[in-house]
């Protein structure tokens, strides 16, 4: 089974050009504060996968055309002149194939790997549970519109022929389709007595009303056997997985046939009732929706639906389950049952004991999605209470709304992403309660970690530090030592680290700035986390690399108009670190050493050594020139070219 390892969504929803979000090929549990896009990253995955059952092109475009009042494209995009800009959907599989959908690339409506992972997967959320028992207390509880709208087009019923309005033989095997051919009737393209046309008669067109006919009946008949396959899982799923004391089933009931005329066709009505058999040894309840509570019903909501999905494809590419606020409603012992059993026996793990590797690959890719703070604490304990084959295949994401840029009239909400549980996650939900000297301490800690995973250590090691647990320097010689040290080595300060020094009074005594006023200190905050955002972006674009390290030995060489070769050895005082950017640009670093060796090979092999007039510690670029001079010697154009490492290759 592949898995999903990245999502990218770009320019859809509350998603507006943004970086893949991580997957890893793991289960995710996310939390998503409200208005962070937490269900925006719900509706791409069931928009991806949907897509692939559109058999019109225009009907997944529609999603992704701003001038279409079905438009799911980013509010904030720019568009071209007929609505159209660069908003998709992609998600990418850990063997690197991938699926993407997009107003310009409709291809997953063609794409079978697709079109059986939707099949495979299933999407919850807490609003189609509810359906199932929404209902007046004077109505019985009818499933049978759920089945059209989130069932049906989702299960395969026995392969049935089916000529189109072309003569053209199609074979029918999803129950959607089926269906809608059921509901709408067969093509009013027969010729009747007057000339006109309409729907075919047994007499006139008895091939044709024989194959309508059958497929009617066939679909009620494997509607009926679906309901069976169902009854017969969902009182162990509620009974032995929720514990429930509940005996249920489900009854397909025809309410009226179909009837068809030359002129008219009237569809077979159905209902497929909720009939509670036993609550607690009471016996029948005639009115679920009223006798039972909320967390009885949903249980058996989720059974139904758990039932429904083990019917499913179980061998498509990808299968994933998606649950979005899914336990809202429930109270935190019936939402521990629904968990452990979401946990134990319908997320995604390996299996090693199966003998046929092929399958090991055990359940759904899970992804649990919620804005409750305290479930998404509750679910990572019961996470980490699990077997370790099981807890490693976790995740954990957490999803902000980013504030708004005050002093940018451009900016606008957007989410923010974090994995696990870092120090600016916890620093950024500090501020969203209004914490803000636990937030400082925070972005502290996370700035201490991303400029000492990044510089050199000379810039954060303290050598004086006994304790090699804690072996860092203070983050205010951290930071000195960036502005003062290394980046000078490369030219001008990046300003973003100059910025950060204003603030380090906050981030040094969280409580300094306590007394002008919480509405400054807030904004002192909100900006302190958007440079340190900004920095470990710079970071992540720039690339350091030791080319040389600090005592090593190098070589100045160069010959002159005779063929005379000079060599000068230079025992280097600090390093020389290679900086590169994400567009491939590169800086070398300003580098010191001492000249301790010189000697000169002439034309005939023959070696000589000179005297050694001056020892002092001078910029590498200085002692080329000296070198250069005192021999009489033309330099490379570019001086580093002149730089030999001990073994006589080039330096750079």
């Known amino acids: ?144 519109s759920m089945f059209e709208d989130a069932v049906l087009g989702y299960v395969q019923f026995t392969d049935t022929n089916w000529h189109n309005e072309l003569g053209v033989t199609i074979q029918l095997r999803n129950a959607g389709s089926i269906y809608k051919i059921v509901e709408s009737g067969p093509d009013k393209t027969y010729p009747k007595k007057n000339g006109e046309l309409g729907f ?116 498509a590419p990808v299968k994933i389950l998606v649950l979005d606020d899914l336990m809202i409603s429930l109270d935190m012992s019936n939402r521990d049952k629904i968990v452990k059993l979401i946990l134990d026996e319908y997320a995604w793990f390996n299996d090693e004991t199966e003998a046929i590797e092929a399958n090991r690959d055990k359940g759904h890719q899970t992804f649990i999605l919620t804005h409750d703070r305290s479930l998404f604490t509750f679910i990572k304990n019961d996470i980490s209470n699990l077997p370790a084959n099981k807890k490693d295949t976790w995740k954990l994401i957490e999803m902000y709304a980013d504030d708004i840029d005050d002093s940018d009239p451009n900016s606008f909400e957007k989410p923010k992403v974090f994995y696990e549980q870092n120090d600016l996650a916890i620093a950024v939900k500090h501020y969203k309660q209004h914490d803000y000297p636990a937030a400082a301490n925070y972005i502290r800690k996370y700035s201490e970690e991303i400029f000492c995973k990044w510089l050199p250590e000379y810039c954060w090691k303290d050598k004086e530090s006994s304790e090699k647990s804690n072996n860092k320097m203070p983050f205010q010689n951290i930071l000195e030592n960036s502005i003062n040290v ?120 023959v070696v000589s050594n000179g005297t050694l007039n001056n020892k002092q510690k001078k910029t590498m670029q200085e002692n080329h020139t000296d070198f250069m001079t005192v021999n009489t010697l033309t330099g490379s154009a570019n001086w580093l070219d002149d730089l030999y490492k001990m073994d006589g290759t080039k330096l750079i």
């Open 1 to 144: 089974m592949k898995r999903i390892k990245e999502v990218h969504i770009n320019n859809f929803k509350f998603f507006p050009e943004t970086e893949p979000i991580k997957i890893d090929g793991k289960n995710i549990l996310l939390y998503g504060e409200n208005g962070s896009g937490k269900s925006s990253f719900y509706w791409a995955l069931y928009t991806l996968l949907e897509s692939s059952q559109k058999s019109d092109a225009t009907q997944i475009q529609k999603y992704f055309n701003k001038l279409n009042p079905q438009s799911l494209v980013n509010i904030h995009a720019t568009t071209d002149a007929d609505g159209v800009d660069n908003s998709f959907i992609k998600i990418v599989m850990n063997d690197d194939s991938d699926f993407e959908v997009s107003h310009q690339n409709t291809a997953i409506n063609a794409n079978n790997d697709a079109k059986e992972s939707l099949l495979a997967s299933d999407f919850l959320n807490y609003r189609l549970l509810q359906r199932s028992h929404s209902v007046k207390h004077s109505e019985e509880v009818d499933l049978f």
């Open 200 to 315: 075919p008669q047994k007499a006139a067109h008895n091939a044709a009303y024989t194959e309508f006919n059958n497929l009617v009946e066939r679909f009620e008949r494997d509607l009926g056997t679906l309901i069976q396959n169902i009854n017969q899982r969902v009182n162990p799923i509620i009974q032995d997985k929720l514990k429930f004391n509940i005996t249920f089933h489900l009854e397909l009931i025809k309410i009226s046939a179909h009837k068809l005329s030359e002129a008219n066709y009237t569809k077979p009505n159905f209902a497929i009732r909720l009939r509670i058999d036993d609550f607690n040894g009471t016996g029948p309840v005639t009115k679920p929706q009223s006798f039972l509570n909320e967390a009885r019903l949903s249980a058996v909501a989720l059974a139904i639906r758990l039932a429904i999905m083990e019917r499913r494809i179980q061998d």
């Open 486 to 605: 290394f980046w000078p080595r490369f030219g001008a300060v990046p300003p973003l680290y100059l910025e950060l020094k204003k603030y380090l009074r906050i981030l040094l005594n969280p409580l300094s700035h306590a007394d002008v006023g919480v509405e400054r200190y807030k904004g002192e905050i909100k900006r302190v986390i958007q440079v340190v955002e900004a920095i470990e972006k710079l970071h992540k674009e720039n690339s350091i690399e030791v080319i040389v390290a600090g005592g090593e030995n190098i070589q100045i060489r160069q010959t002159n108009a005779a063929g005379d070769l000079f060599k000068g050895i230079y025992e280097l005082s600090d390093s020389l670190y290679k900086l590169t950017d994400q567009a491939g640009a590169i800086k070398y670093s300003i580098f010191t050493g001492r000249i301790i060796g010189w000697e000169k090979v002439d034309v005939a092999a």
